[in-house]
């Protein structure tokens, strides 16, 4: 409740136990004097009017709240589009999903390879197919004995690519452990591949 006397002011609130949160419209001023554009200092008049009072919008107020030095307050609200008024900047950065080079998720598939698997349309189309590559990565095939067997060079937004189980020549190979060295920039990975080949029985001798 408030009392009132001759010349007292009275409050449409009580401006008591309260603290008061007003946003203003003006550019950050670290030295916190929010004057005219001529250099004026806080609550400088402007047309019979402050230049905090033309430039307020929100006003929040504290119930009970004691504000210490160094608190932060943030706040999220839905700001409504003025057309010709609000202005928005944006900047762009590069997709870092694209440009990964990261290995740790590829496979090779089927691993095992036994003969044939359930993706081949015939038994002259055999492959075996790497999954989760990055857009650029070179994938070389050695045998066991250190013998490269076949380079794969893949650079597309795909993150398949796949050996059709020849050699560098295109002779099919033989049935064996096979390793696989994918790398993708500073990246690299090593895969172990057991393959045997289907067996080959021909139908005219």
């Given at each position: 409740?408030?009392?009132?006397?001759?010349?007292?002011?009275?409050?449409?609130?009580?401006?008591?136990?309260?603290?008061?949160?007003?946003?203003?419209?003006?550019?950050?001023?670290?030295?916190?004097?929010?004057?005219?554009?001529?250099?004026?200092?806080?609550?400088?008049?402007?047309?019979?009017?402050?230049?905090?009072?033309?430039?307020?919008?929100?006003?929040?107020?504290?119930?009970?709240?004691?504000?210490?030095?160094?608190?932060?307050?943030?706040?999220?609200?839905?700001?409504?589009?003025?057309?010709?008024?609000?202005?928005?900047?944006?900047?762009?950065?590069?997709?870092?999903?694209?440009?990964?080079?990261?290995?740790?998720?590829?496979?090779?598939?089927?691993?095992?390879?036994?003969?044939?698997?359930?993706?081949?349309?015939?038994?002259?189309?055999?492959?075996?197919?790497?999954?989760?590559?990055?857009?650029?990565?070179?994938?070389?095939?050695?045998?066991?004995?250190?013998?490269?067997?076949?380079?794969?060079?893949?650079?597309?937004?795909?993150?398949?690519?796949?050996?059709?189980?020849?050699?560098?020549?295109?002779?099919?190979?033989?049935?064996?452990?096979?390793?696989?060295?994918i790398t993708s920039g500073n990246e690299e990975k090593i895969v172990k591949l057991a393959?045997?080949?289907?067996?080959?029985?021909?139908?005219?001798?």
């Amino acid at each position: 409740m408030q009392s009132y006397a001759a010349g007292d002011t009275v409050y449409i609130f009580n401006p008591y136990d309260r603290m008061y949160t007003h946003f203003i419209h003006l550019p950050y001023q670290e030295d916190g004097q929010y004057g005219t554009a001529s250099g004026n200092n806080w609550g400088a008049e402007e047309n019979g009017f402050s230049t905090i009072e033309n430039n307020l919008t929100w006003n929040g107020v504290w119930w009970d709240t004691q504000f210490n030095q160094g608190d932060m307050l943030t706040f999220q609200y839905a700001n409504p589009i003025q057309a010709g008024t609000d202005v928005f900047s944006f900047t762009m950065s590069e997709n870092n999903v694209l440009a990964s080079n990261d290995l740790s998720n590829v496979s090779v598939y089927p691993n095992p390879y036994y003969g044939f698997h359930e993706l081949e349309s015939a038994r002259n189309n055999k492959f075996v197919s790497m999954n989760n590559l990055p857009q650029e990565a070179e994938v070389k095939i050695y045998s066991l004995g250190g013998t490269l067997v076949r380079k794969i060079e893949k650079d597309d937004e795909g993150q398949f690519a796949e050996w059709d189980l020849k050699n560098q020549y295109g002779y099919p190979v033989a049935s064996g452990l096979y390793l696989m060295r994918i790398t993708s920039g500073n990246e690299e990975k090593i895969v172990k591949l057991a393959l045997v080949q289907e067996t080959q029985v021909l139908k005219y001798y």
